[in-house]
Structure formats: C-alpha cells, structure tokens
C-alpha cells in the first residue's frame, strides 16, 4: 500500500446522492448529498476506520496514508439516489482478484465483524431516539445488520438452520466461518456470487457491517 487512499465515486442517475467507496479497504463507504460531501465524510471516517485497520493488523498501513484521490466515477442505480450507498460494481470490483487479495479481503471483513461485535456488546440497549432506522434498539439494529447479510450469504450457497437469522456468538463463529470458506470456494472455481462480483459482495458486506456499527456508537446512551 502507499500513502494515497484510492476513493471511486459512485453517483445516482439524478445526481440526487453520491456514495464514495474506498475499494482497498472493504468497509469505508459513505455517502452524501453531493460528490464533494461523500469524499470529505469519507476522509473524516478514517479515523474511526482506523480501529477495523488496527482489528486486522494493517494499522500501518493504513496510517500511512495522507491523501486521499479519486480514482473513477461510475453510475449508481436509482438506490443509489435515494439511499446514498453503493448499490452498482464499479471497475474495481469487477477486477480479478489473486489469492493474496482475496486473504487480505477476507481479514478486513472479519475485523469489521469483530469491531461490530465489541460496539454491540458495550452499547446500551436503548438507543437515542432519532429518524435512521425508524427509533430501532440495539438488538434491532443487530437483528437486521445479520439478518440481511445472511441473506446475502445464500448468494455463494450459505443457508442457515431453517432460515432463521443466527444471533448468538457460537452461531455466528460457525456461520461466518462458512460464509469465509464459501467466498474461498467460488473464488477458486471462478464463480460470481450469483450476479454479484466477490469483491462486491465482500465490501458490502463490510459497508453494511460497519454502516450499522457506526450507527450504534453514535446512539449509544452509555456514559
């Protein structure tokens, strides 16, 4: 890695919102009414990404990094402008990735579980009232972050026990090992997780981890 943070720049078809994603590291993803706002959120993220860097022993690398450059601008889909996330492939993400990559990828996503974890085990139960997520608890907000990824999950053949949506911590040590071997599968065959690229899947998988983390932390009533 080098000190420059490659940023690519998706845009609704409006132009109502824009979603500025970090493609080297699956997770830093914000988005933003205007192109600008997404980068500069972006780059104000980057110390709170730091602690995921850290989780998967890349923390010098990453804080080596003092600029940050937009790389590609790609069209999003009408989710897009109206989510303000990531919803299309870029040019990045339709690249193929080497066995190392993949490893390094797959690190990443784990530390995002594992700081989404911590941040769900000392956060209050109640969370401060607000109009994201419709005034959702922690155990709210937790249910749908898993319940959704596990979703996506059955793109590369994951199902869990009867679809329902595992919460528990051997449940998901067991899951999100299945998830890793499957991703490690299909990238070793060739495959795409059904229309979806690995890389995508893998960094939105980490956005929506970390998304909703992010969300926690800053509800969080604990003194």
């Known amino acids: 890695m080098t000190n420059e943070l490659r940023v690519a720049l998706e845009s609704g078809p409006k132009g109502r919102?824009?979603?500025?994603?970090?493609?080297?590291?699956?997770?830093?993803?914000?988005?933003?009414?205007?192109?600008?706002?997404?980068?500069?959120?972006l780059r104000d993220y980057l110390p709170r990404y730091e602690k995921v860097?850290?989780?998967?022993?890349?923390?010098?690398?990453?804080?080596?990094?003092t600029e940050v450059n937009e790389v590609e601008r790609y069209l999003g889909t009408g989710s897009t402008d109206f989510w303000g996330i990531s919803f299309a492939f870029s040019s990045f993400d339709k690249q193929d990735m080497s066995s190392d990559q993949l490893v390094r990828e797959l690190t990443l996503m784990r530390a995002c579980w594992k700081f989404f974890d911590e941040v769900r085990a000392r956060a209050s139960a109640q969370m401060q009232s607000g109009p994201r997520g419709g005034g959702r608890d922690r155990d709210g907000i937790v249910r749908h972050t898993l319940a959704v990824e596990q979703d996506w999950a059955r793109k590369v053949g994951v199902h869990t026990r009867d679809g329902e949506v595992v919460l528990d911590v051997q449940g998901l040590k067991v899951y999100r090992d299945a998830y890793g071997k499957a991703i490690r599968t299909y990238h070793s065959e060739g495959r795409m997780a059904r229309t979806w690229p690995l890389r995508y899947l893998i960094r939105h998988t980490a956005f929506h981890t970390m998304d909703h983390a992010w969300e926690m932390e800053d509800k969080n009533l604990t003194a």
């Open 17 to 41: 919102k824009f979603a500025a994603v970090a493609p080297d590291f699956p997770g830093l993803e914000r988005g933003a009414k205007t192109a600008e706002a997404a980068v500069e959120k």
């Open 53 to 65: 860097a850290k989780l998967a022993k890349m923390n010098s690398d990453f804080s080596s990094i």
